[in-house]
């Protein structure tokens, strides 16, 4: 890319200025202005930037810019001025000091010993309008006098102009300085919802969004307060209600109190006229009863004759019936004794019976024996007819013999099996013994790393909590993610632990390792995105040196020994590869050379010297003792190397220690040889076992034979025994048949004995039975006339007594009706007199009632005619309803209408809350239809712009508003996609590196130009932390879009530019320089004149070559 503001010919007489010394003049210098080509005659926009000039302002003493319409690159290297040019803009268009974030006051602006500064802007005017010239002098008591166009005004009326031509300086979206690009990519997404609204959007559309967060903020206090008086109106309306129970309450109490009184004044009444009906009542009664006392008297006579009558002839029948009862009573008793007698016959008989029985018996078990033994003695002749084999109990003894030797024989073998496996059981213990204590010691390794982890705590909570999450998800990942330096770094040499924190930063010192772009997706979508945890995660595979074995050392062991130096820092710690993989990309721990002594000035001179063919140090970065040493070279002059020092810090970030990691692999390559040798052994104890189990197994077969010959030689012991005992049966049996063969049988004889005997005894009880008849007889005949008797008597006993309790009962009533006639008589006497009583004292009472009263007696008297139990029962339900109400307040009543003025002022105010809460929501409802189209239609067109520019470079990205229910959350969102295989990521400071962000970012402000309002921009070194092809990019973006047609006026400050970077026709580029050693602008202004630069010969075509190079 060219290097130089415009073309310039070197044989015009023109002159640009820059810095110089100051000067006393107080007017800014008139100087020619350089010739613009045909190809740059393209005219301002209105409200661009024409002119810019300074004096005594910052760095400047005099100085002038000329802008073009379209893309203005300010380049120049670090602190000749570039932001300077910045400051100027942002002051002289009524910007505040604190936009700019270098300076509290507007009178720090003015150059160090000066008393004011100047500032002068030419804006491009309207179509058919001049410039508009705003010029600001500063005074270092921060006062500032502003004027228009040559004259003095308000900085009101100038900010109206500024205001007019849409500038707006607090926009970062439109003015960016270089203290606020990280605010701008720092930016919160509700604040670059505002600040685009502001920069691109109508000039209603930030004021409906502003009007909308009012009114929404405005709804929510309503509701809350109304909310609050709903409530308190809900628990008046609970207390209304509670007292109104209270008041009727304390009303029907009274009612009932009345209600009592009354009935007991008309208590008397009620009594007297009960009394007036008993009185009648009793007087009827006394009458009826006179009337059946008279009745009775004449049923009572004729049935005392009867019942005498009838006892005279029940006591005849009586008399006779008990000399029939004698004359049965005495043949019952001869025919019972007699009948007894017979009973003396059955004994007898069934004597005989048994007797048979038995008899008959004894023979047939006499038969059955005798055929028992005759079938066992055929059995026993069979048997002894067959003598058994004993001719094989000599071999059968020699094979029991033989079997006893083979089975010592596989026993002693089989032990010497088990001997053998039990010597290497022995061993696998002593080696599994070992296993342990390894184990063990790692276990105590391991807790250093659980110490490490606690100071992690310490040190870092986001850190912890993100480590303690991994160590539980390890599934998640495809491969190994790697926990942070600060807890698997551990230091070869100790003594290098200060150097390696003063190297390593907290930051690395912190940072998690992915293998892989899916881990490292993976990690930050859960740890950072949804655990929100503050931590850095790196991963390399897309790198030139994605693993470690890819680093080379600078220089050879012998360089570094010949530099006096002891080795590289990288070699004095350990830990997993991917871990110093990180170390090497992030702190350059492979360039870091140290020597553990200070090193003499001679030897860091021979380090400096130590340089590679193009004059650039080999060892750039090295420990010498306490300090740490960096050199550099000059990008200016001859290009000299300079070294820079640091003292050597410590910050305990690896005061914990860390786990011996070579100790670790021996023990673990001790387990692992021990459980070789352990599986080896395994293997021969299976062999010596299965030796064991046929062994086991023979002594088995040979004992199982054993048994079987055992068994054989029970057999033939039995079988002949079993013939003896059969020979000695046979005899035994022969001898018992002939006994039994030899005794007589008498029974027939002995039966027919008995049955005679039984036959006499028959005929005896037969002539006994006969004359048991005859008395038989005898009983039943005077049993006969008894009971005839009998039942003559009860009859007429029946009939006696049924006249006597006639007779009785006749008497009773006529006693019975005598009495009541009497008491009837005197009771109505009784009640005659105290009713007459009564009443005197009713007429008495009345006297004393009032007229009221009088009434209420008698209206209840004819309403009703109630007895005693009435009226009680009257009077107990209403006391009992009385004594159910409880309380009774005489302020109640005051304090339920104070209550309820209460209540209907908070209704009347939460009505009229409602009405404005309906209101505000048809506010919102009605400008956000205006609202939110317009922002989604803006947003849309920002998007399109900005998946165009990531289009062109190979990514992706959109920009979409991020909608909530409240205002004040609006936002917007980007998500971009810098690699084929991610999905579109939100942009924030945790996912993306900073080089990402600064191309989103500057692609962003690029897309706002598409629907923007603002007549300038100014980004102030935006591309500074990008790498050289995110830079290429966005150039490449930015030249196209702010070299477009209609395209708003840019300005990028920048100290350094790539070479060869793209480059259009409408592009102007500052170069600045600045210096003390540089000409007066007013005193050698000629020398300031590209155009006559010939004339210092090579000086001036030195200059040349390098503008156009």
Not at 326 to 349: E, G, H, N, R
Not at 957 to 985: P, T
Request: proline fraction near 3%; aromatic fraction near 6%.
């Amino acid at each position: 890319m060219p290097s130089v503001r415009r073309p310039i010919d070197f044989d015009e007489d023109d002159d640009i200025y820059d810095e110089g010394t100051s000067t006393s003049s107080d007017a800014l210098p008139s100087v020619k202005r350089p010739r613009v080509s045909d190809e740059m005659k393209e005219g301002h926009a209105p409200g661009a930037i024409v002119r810019v000039a300074m004096r005594d302002f910052v760095t400047y003493s005099r100085a002038e810019f000329r802008l073009g319409p379209s893309l203005n690159m300010i380049i120049g290297p670090n602190g000749t001025g570039k932001s300077t040019l910045v400051c100027a803009v942002c002051l002289g268009l009524g910007g505040r000091p604190e936009l700019l974030a270098r300076a509290k006051d507007v009178g720090e602006f003015v150059k160090n010993g000066q008393n004011k500064g100047t500032i002068e802007i030419e804006i491009q005017g309207f179509p058919g309008e001049t410039n508009s010239v705003i010029e600001r002098t500063i005074y270092k008591d921060n006062r500032s006098e502003w004027s228009l166009d040559g004259k003095r005004e308000t900085a009101k009326n100038v900010k109206e102009v500024i205001d007019r031509y849409n500038v707006q300086i607090d926009n970062l979206c439109q003015f960016l300085p270089q203290d606020k690009v990280a605010s701008f990519a720092g930016m919160t997404p509700q604040n670059l919802l505002i600040e685009t609204e502001r920069a691109t959007g109508s000039p209603q559309m930030l004021s409906h969004h502003e009007k909308l967060k009012t009114l929404h903020a405005e709804y929510k206090s309503i509701a809350i307060a109304t909310e609050s008086n709903q409530h308190e109106l809900a628990k008046l309306k609970d207390r209304q209600e509670t007292a109104r129970v209270e008041v009727e309450r304390f009303k029907e109490r009274e009612r009932l109190q009345s209600e009592i009184e009354l009935l007991e004044r008309y208590r008397p009444f009620v009594e007297y006229s009960v009394l007036a009906n008993r009185v009648r009542e009793a007087k009827a009664e006394a009458r009826d009863k006179k009337v059946e006392h008279e009745a009775a008297k004449a049923r009572a006579g004729p049935s005392f004759q009867l019942a005498e009558a009838a006892m005279e002839s029940f006591k005849q029948a009586s008399e006779a019936l008990e000399t029939s009862k004698a004359a049965s009573d005495k043949a019952v008793k001869k025919y019972t004794s007699k009948y007894k007698d017979q009973d003396s016959f059955m004994p007898l008989i069934d004597d005989q019976k048994s007797a048979i029985k038995e008899y008959q018996e004894d023979r047939e078990k006499t038969r059955r024996e005798l055929a028992k033994t005759r079938l066992d003695l055929a059995k026993n002749e069979e048997k002894a007819a067959n003598r058994p084999d004993d001719s094989r109990k000599a071999e059968l003894l020699q094979k029991m013999a033989e079997n006893s030797q083979q089975n010592r024989e596989a026993a002693r073998l089989r032990d010497e099996a088990k001997f053998a496996a039990d010597a290497v059981e022995g061993k696998l213990a002593r080696l599994n013994a070992r296993i342990s204590t390894c184990q063990d010691e790692i276990k105590n390794l391991e807790l250093v790393s659980n110490q490490k982890l606690r100071h992690v705590q310490k040190v870092d909570g986001d850190t912890y909590d993100a480590v303690v999450w991994l160590r539980q998800n390890k599934h998640l990942f495809k491969s190994e993610v790697f926990e942070p330096p600060i807890l698997t770094l551990t230091m070869v040499d100790r003594n290098l632990t200060d150097a390696i924190e003063s190297v390593v930063h907290r930051t690395q010192m912190l940072t998690f390792t992915c293998l892989s772009r899916d881990d490292y997706l993976t990690f930050t979508e859960n740890v950072i995105d949804k655990k929100r945890l503050n931590v850095p995660v790196v991963e390399y595979s897309g790198t030139d040196h994605p693993t470690f074995d890819k680093w080379k050392k600078v220089c050879s062991p012998e360089q570094l020994q010949r530099l006096q130096f002891d080795g590289y820092l990288i070699d004095a710690v350990a830990a997993p590869d991917p871990v110093l993989n990180m170390l090497c990309h992030a702190a350059n721990l492979d360039e870091f050379a140290y020597s553990r002594r200070a090193l003499s000035p001679a030897q860091r001179d021979q380090i400096e010297n130590f340089v590679t063919g193009d004059g650039n140090p080999i060892i750039r970065r090295y420990i010498s003792g306490k300090d740490s040493y960096f050199l550099n070279r000059s990008l200016y002059g001859k290009r000299a190397i300079y070294t820079q020092t640091r003292d050597i810090r410590s910050t305990n970030m690896l005061s914990s220690g860390g786990v011996d990691q070579e100790r670790k692999a021996q023990l673990t390559q001790e387990i692992t040889d021990a459980k070789d040798t352990a599986a080896q052994l395994q293997q021969e104890k299976e062999k010596h076992f299965r030796i064991f189990q046929e062994r086991l197994a023979q002594i088995r077969q040979l004992k199982s034979e054993k048994d079987s010959l055992a068994k054989t030689r029970e057999r033939m012991h039995k079988e002949l025994q079993d013939w003896n005992r059969a020979c000695e049966a046979v005899e035994e049996c022969k001898k018992t048949i002939q006994e039994i063969e030899s005794k007589p049988d008498d029974t027939d004889e002995k039966v027919a004995e008995a049955q005679e005997k039984i036959r006499e005894i028959l005929n005896d009880r037969e002539t006994y039975a006969i004359k048991l008849v005859e008395l038989l007889e005898r009983v039943w005949e005077a049993r006969k006339d008894f009971v005839f008797k009998y039942i003559a008597t009860l009859k007429k006993r029946s009939d006696a007594m049924e006249l006597k309790r006639r007779a009785a009962a006749a008497n009773e009533d006529l006693e019975r009706f005598a009495q009541e006639a009497k008491d009837a008589k005197r009771r109505f006497q009784d009640l005659k007199a105290e009713a007459a009583s009564r009443h005197e004292q009713l007429e008495s009472v009345m006297l004393a009632m009032t007229e009221e009263q009088q009434e209420q007696i008698r209206e209840l008297s004819d309403k009703t005619e109630m007895t005693l139990d009435e009226l009680d029962g009257r009077i107990a339900g209403t006391r009992t309803q009385l004594d159910s109400i409880f309380g009774g307040n005489q302020h109640v009543i005051e304090q339920y209408e104070k209550r309820q003025s209460e209540v209907e002022r908070l209704q009347q105010k939460v009505d009229a809350s409602n009405d404005q809460i309906r209101d505000l929501q048809a506010q919102i409802t009605q400008i956000r239809s205006e609202w939110e189209p317009e922002l989604d239609s803006l947003v849309g067109k920002i998007s399109a712009e900005f998946s165009e520019a990531f289009k062109s470079i190979g990514c992706a990205g959109e920009v979409s508003v991020g909608k909530d229910e409240d205002y004040e959350n609006w936002s917007i969102q980007i998500r971009v996609k810098f690699r084929e295989h991610e999905q579109l990521q939100l942009l924030t400071h945790q996912r993306q590196s900073g080089g990402e962000r600064s191309v989103s970012t500057i692609f962003y402000l690029m897309s706002l130009q598409c629907v923007t309002k603002a007549p300038f921009r100014i980004v102030d070194e935006i591309n500074q932390g990008m790498d050289p092809r995110n830079e290429r990019m966005v150039h490449s973006r930015m030249v196209d879009v702010a070299c477009q047609e209609n395209a708003s006026q840019y300005f990028l400050v920048t100290p350094k530019l790539l070479p060869d970077l793209k480059y259009h026709k409408k592009m102007v580029v500052h170069c600045i320089y600045a210096g003390t050693f540089l000409p007066n602008p007013i005193k050698e202004s000629g020398k300031m004149g590209l155009g006559r630069l010939r004339q210092y010969g090579e000086v001036g075509l030195r200059l040349q070559q390098a503008l156009t190079a």
